[in-house]
């Protein structure tokens, strides 16, 4: 059996606008919600002004120039200090690609761009019943049971 090439993963920039939009892909079959990534994409200029900027990181996990994992988070900026935290927002891996390192290895990019940037901490929440990502996130971290609120915000 022929060993499998392990992807590149790097981070993704302002010039990587279709690669994004194939991570965004991804990600809406790996959650089976295509409709909420793929039907109303933002405009290339949103995108570019989105990796470009500073709070927002993407990394990519590709296989040649198929995007086969991905991670998005925000870098939050503290106020009480000159620091700030990470917070993933999606994490997946198409699942023919799942149970390889990939998603471990997309955490380990983003905690060395998290050091560059002097962050603190990177957190994450995992539903429950999501045992496959409760089980890599208490591999790398320490876990915290909270309680999570979504608010509505009020129309003007």
Same mark, same amino acid.
Not at 7 to 36: H, K, W, Y
Not at 91 to 110: F, K, N, P, S
């Given at each position: %059996?022929?060993?499998?090439?392990?992807?590149?993963?790097?981070?993704?920039?302002?010039?990587?606008?279709?690669? *994004?939009?194939? %991570?965004?892909? %991804?990600?809406?079959?790996?959650?089976?919600?295509?409709?909420?990534?793929? !039907?109303?994409?933002?405009?290339?200029?949103?995108?570019?002004?989105?990796?470009?900027?500073?709070?927002?990181?993407?990394?990519?996990?590709?296989?040649?120039?198929?995007?086969?994992?991905?991670?998005?988070?925000? !870098?939050? =900026?503290? *106020?009480?200090? !000159?620091?700030?935290?990470?917070?993933?927002?999606?994490?997946?891996?198409?699942?023919?690609? =799942?149970?390889?390192?990939?998603?471990?290895?997309?955490? !380990?990019?983003?905690?060395? &761009?998290?050091? =560059?940037?002097?962050?603190?901490?990177?957190?994450?929440?995992?539903?429950?019943?999501?045992?496959?990502?409760?089980?890599?996130?208490?591999?790398?971290?320490? =876990?915290?049971?909270?309680?999570?609120?979504?608010?509505?915000? &009020?129309?003007?």
């Amino acid at each position: %059996m022929a060993k499998e090439t392990p992807p590149t993963i790097r981070q993704l920039t302002a010039c990587d606008i279709s690669t *994004f939009r194939q %991570m965004l892909a %991804m990600f809406g079959r790996a959650f089976e919600e295509v409709n909420t990534y793929v !039907e109303e994409q933002p405009a290339d200029a949103y995108l570019e002004g989105l990796l470009g900027g500073d709070s927002f990181i993407a990394v990519a996990a590709l296989i040649g120039e198929s995007v086969v994992g991905g991670l998005a988070a925000y !870098e939050l =900026r503290k *106020f009480e200090r !000159e620091r700030s935290e990470i917070y993933i927002y999606d994490l997946a891996v198409d699942e023919e690609h =799942r149970r390889r390192g990939i998603a471990t290895g997309l955490i !380990e990019h983003l905690k060395q &761009t998290a050091s =560059r940037r002097g962050a603190y901490v990177i957190y994450v929440q995992a539903d429950l019943g999501d045992e496959p990502a409760i089980a890599l996130y208490t591999k790398l971290g320490i =876990r915290e049971d909270v309680l999570h609120f979504d608010i509505t915000p &009020t129309d003007q």
